[in-house]
């Protein structure tokens, strides 16, 4: 499955941005979606996973209550709805795939079979 984020840019601290991420190539429904982020210097890590059928969703510390996931399976695409947002939220942001057959936990990257290729979110103080 191919997969394109977009929906970065730069934004005030407290401000809002939607990033989506389209996938192409196989069927979306059977791949459960993850969003991680990778600031300059810092190692990548995870931010929001959805279950493939929409039903479970999880959220780093740092971002819950301020970040919502969600998938539209009918348009292939899955998003990050980004609130109150900080300066330490400036990073790219990766869109990953994987096989809802996997039982590998969430949060750890090596878990997707596939990635976007990012999109970078600038938060200014």
């Known amino acids: 499955v191919q997969l394109q984020a977009s929906g970065g840019g730069l934004v005030q601290a407290g401000g809002s941005l939607r990033l989506s991420c389209a996938a192409s190539?196989?069927?979306?429904?059977?791949?459960?979606m993850g969003w991680f982020r990778q600031a300059p210097g810092k190692e990548r890590e995870f931010v929001s996973f959805?279950?493939?059928?929409?039903?479970?969703?999880y959220y780093a510390d740092s971002v819950k209550g301020r970040f919502t996931i969600s998938r539209d399976n009918a348009q292939n695409t899955v998003y990050l709805l980004m609130d109150s947002l900080k300066p330490e939220d400036t990073a790219v942001y990766y869109c990953?795939?994987?096989?809802?057959?996997?039982?590998?936990?969430?949060?750890?990257?090596?878990?997707?079979?596939?990635w976007g290729q990012g999109t970078l979110v600038t938060v200014s103080s």
């Open positions: 190539g196989r069927t979306f429904s059977r791949y459960s």
């Open positions: 990953a795939a994987r096989d809802k057959s996997r039982g590998t936990t969430y949060y750890l990257s090596n878990g997707y079979d596939y």
């Open positions: 959805v279950m493939w059928s929409g039903d479970s969703t």
